[in-house]
């Protein structure tokens, strides 16, 4: 299945959001300020998802190959190419001409193959084709609604 590379923006504007402290109560301390979760605290989603822009792009999933593995068709993936897979990560990589995300695993003897959380499909050996990494997914975004 085809999937769109989307880079990231260098040095994207801090777009910050409203984040209102949570705390969970381990016990009884006294009555808490009711203005305590209304403090003026703000996140930037991209100081949060995005660590080396010049590195990360987003992709969208195309396709089941993934399910299993909780990563579903239309959900966004951040991706790092500057990471180094290791072991049962999940990667973006171009296989004979075709990018796809798979599950990076090393075999016996660190033997690289390449799964995909569907049975439907065979795992892949880059040994045995023409095979390149992209980068290491390291968030996935997914929206509650359709």
Do not use: W
């Amino acid at each position: 299945m085809p999937m769109t590379l989307i880079p990231a923006h260098p040095a994207p504007p801090r777009a910050y959001l409203p984040f209102p402290l949570t705390l969970t109560r381990a016990g009884i301390s006294g009555f808490p300020s009711p203005a305590q979760d209304y403090e003026g605290r703000t996140m930037d989603l991209n100081e949060l998802l995005v660590r080396r822009p010049l590195s990360t792009f987003i992709t969208t999933v195309d396709g089941d190959s993934m399910l299993d593995y909780h990563i579903y068709p239309g959900d966004l993936l951040v991706v790092d190419s500057s990471l180094r897979p290791h072991h049962d990560q999940d990667i973006v990589v171009c296989v004979d001409g075709e990018i796809m995300v798979k599950r990076y695993k090393l075999m016996q003897g660190n033997i690289p193959l390449l799964f995909s959380g569907n049975p439907n499909y065979k795992p892949i050996s880059p040994r045995n084709c023409d095979c390149q990494v992209i980068g290491v997914v390291t968030h996935v975004i997914r929206s509650l609604r359709q």
